[in-house]
Structure formats: structure tokens, C-alpha cells
């Protein structure tokens, strides 16, 4: 029901946009949001969008990333620019209970399968 792609390896620096397709059941008014995880590490919030698109970023992406939402086809986006190895992980789509816009993992009822993003220095 949730689909990420656009990961890849990226030199420090560089731009990235993810993707994440959704179906209208599992997003209809529900905000949607990204995580990460590095290995070793535990999942992260990264950045969220309620239902009217206001937002929430996690304060190491802000200036950096930016989520959008196209409530017509159901896909969210993150563009992330100025990469940084620490931004290594594998980013996971999510959609959540409410439609306000969350940085708490258990306002998250649906989990995609995440897309690697590799940045090297």
C-alpha cells in the first residue's frame, strides 16, 4: 500500500528525491511522513505532512529536505539537497492515524518498505 523509491549513492553534496506512492485508502486525510534508519541505529523521524500540508522536520534535515504531498495522485516526495554521509540510511514512507502532522513513530499505522540512500565523502 506504500511504495518508496528514488534512493541511490550520492556524493556529499548532492540532491536526492524520494518518492512514495500511496493508495487513497490508506491516506485519505492522513498525514504521511519519512523515517530513516542507519545500521546500528534506531528509525528516526525525518519529516512529516499533515492533510492541509503544514509540516513538521526533524531539526538535522530543516534547510535541507522538503516534503510535498500531490493529494490528487496520493504520492509524497522528499527533495533532499546538501547531503551529508551522516544522511546515510534507508528512508521509509509512512502514512499516520491523524492528519495532523507527527514526528512520533506510533502515530504511524502503515509502513512502506524503504529505499537506500547512500551518501559518500
Known amino acids: 500500500q506504500l511504495q518508496a523509491s528514488g534512493g541511490g549513492l550520492v556524493q556529499a553534496g548532492g540532491s536526492l528525491r524520494l518518492s512514495c506512492a500511496a493508495s487513497?485508502?490508506?491516506?485519505?486525510?492522513?498525514?504521511m511522513g519519512w523515517f530513516r534508519q542507519a545500521p546500528g541505529k534506531e528509525r528516526e523521524f525525518v519529516a512529516s505532512i499533515g492533510w492541509k500540508s503544514s509540516t513538521v522536520y526533524a531539526d538535522s534535515v530543516k534547510g535541507r529536505f522538503t516534503i510535498s504531498r500531490d493529494f490528487g495522485s496520493g504520492t509524497m516526495h522528499l527533495q533532499m539537497n546538501s547531503l551529508k554521509p551522516d544522511d546515510t540510511a534507508v528512508y521509509l514512507c509512512?502514512?499516520?492515524?491523524?492528519?495532523?502532522?507527527?514526528?512520533?513513530?506510533?502515530?504511524?499505522?502503515?509502513w512502506g518498505q524503504g529505499t537506500l540512500v547512500t551518501v559518500s565523502s
Open positions: 487513497r485508502r490508506t491516506t485519505s486525510n492522513n498525514a
Open positions: 509512512a502514512a499516520a492515524r491523524g492528519s495532523l502532522p507527527t514526528s512520533q513513530i506510533n502515530g504511524y499505522h502503515y
